[in-house]
């Protein structure tokens, strides 16, 4: 199960650079899959910073979620390319303080916290404080994150009282990983609440999807006046909310409580999920 969610997303992302390889024909036939994506995304962006087209670096969850795939790659083919590649992300938005650039930490968006899944690796390997002092102030963020009354993580202090599929990818996988490495043991039973909250709040017995949004005010102009639900169902956030379960338990202590119900979530997404496949192609 390990890292199944996150693989899963990270070849979706990355599919749109299949045909750069530079390798000769013969040898392309002896490169696997993952790594002809990944030297596809090398060659269109050869600093990781670019990605999405960007003009100049920014801390975002999507460079975040290509250049922990990277890290992914190295450790799985042992090739530092991908490491050196990887690096080049983290040096060019860290500071010599630690300071993260580009983020504005008062907006207490919960898409901040996503790349910080690569400082790990790099502390780890280096040893660098630069790479501590970032991971605290991720870490500080979601502790002084806006939050529902049942605890849930606002998904940006711009929308106030308002859980999104998608941000339990954003920040869930992180503090569970960081508690893991840093020994915060308090974390576990807020990442439990995190997922097992918005579950029960967005899912739809009916079709065996979540729905995308859920406003506990229920103000917002898309939000059901009694459910306080988005409308629609979006295959990408579901698609995020996946990968958050399972990543999650990679740094969950096997026997703590809640898990099973992280579990249950898991079958549940699964059996909702596969109603809607293609039959002949699985998509």
Not at 11 to 37: D, F, H, N, P, V
Not at 72 to 77: F, L, S
Not at 264 to 269: G, S
């Amino acid at each position: 199960m390990k890292k199944t969610g996150f693989n899963i997303i990270c070849s979706l992302l990355l599919a749109g650079g299949m045909c750069a390889c530079t390798a000769t024909s013969k040898q392309a036939e002896e490169i696997k899959w993952s790594e002809r994506m990944a030297q596809s995304e090398m060659q269109r962006f050869p600093e990781p910073w670019m990605i999405e087209k960007a003009k100049k670096p920014r801390w975002g969850y999507t460079h975040g979620l290509v250049v922990k795939s990277m890290l992914e790659e190295w450790k799985h083919t042992g090739d530092t390319a991908y490491y050196n590649y990887a690096k080049i992300y983290a040096d060019s938005l860290i500071d010599t303080e630690g300071r993260i650039k580009t983020m504005k930490y008062l907006s207490f968006n919960i898409d901040n916290i996503n790349a910080g899944k690569i400082l790990f690796d790099f502390y780890e390997k280096t040893g660098d404080s630069r790479y501590k002092v970032a991971m605290d102030t991720l870490r500080k963020q979601l502790t002084e994150q806006p939050r529902t009354s049942e605890g849930g993580f606002w998904h940006k202090l711009i929308y106030p009282h308002q859980m999104w599929l998608d941000g339990i990818f954003m920040a869930s996988p992180y503090l569970a990983q960081y508690g893991n490495v840093f020994k915060d043991t308090m974390v576990n039973a807020d990442i439990v609440n995190q997922i097992t909250l918005i579950a029960r709040k967005t899912y739809d017995s009916k079709t065996g999807l979540y729905y995308h949004g859920w406003d506990e005010s229920k103000k917002q102009i898309w939000a059901n006046k009694e459910t306080g639900c988005s409308p629609n169902f979006w295959s990408r956030s579901i698609g995020w909310y996946a990968a958050a379960v399972v990543d999650v338990l990679d740094y969950m202590p096997a026997q703590f409580e809640g898990r099973d119900s992280i579990m249950t979530i898991i079958n549940t997404l699964a059996e909702g999920i596969v109603k809607y496949q293609e039959p002949e192609t699985g998509v």
